[in-house]
């Protein structure tokens, strides 16, 4: 257990010290990274399962032909 609550402390002492070197606009600059990030991984997932619906309704013949120029155009 000490040796576990040892290695805690010391990388929150880590943790503490760089962000208390941060000024704000570096706190603003690695949020607003990390938002970026964030929603480039989101719009990835959710744009690969969309695919994946459609490509799905393709193959069960669901789709029609029209139907899937509108997906595609939009």
Do not use: C, H
Not at 13 to 25: D, E, K, R
Request: proline share 1%.
């Amino acid at each position: 257990m000490e040796k576990i609550t040892a290695w805690l402390a010391y990388w929150i002492s880590v943790a503490l010290t760089f962000f208390g070197a941060m000024t704000p606009q570096d706190f603003a600059a690695y949020f607003g990274a990390l938002g970026v990030v964030l929603t480039v991984g989101v719009n990835w997932y959710y744009r690969r399962k969309s695919y994946a619906l459609l490509a799905l309704q393709v193959r069960q013949g669901s789709l029609s032909g029209e139907a899937m120029s509108n997906v595609i155009n939009r």
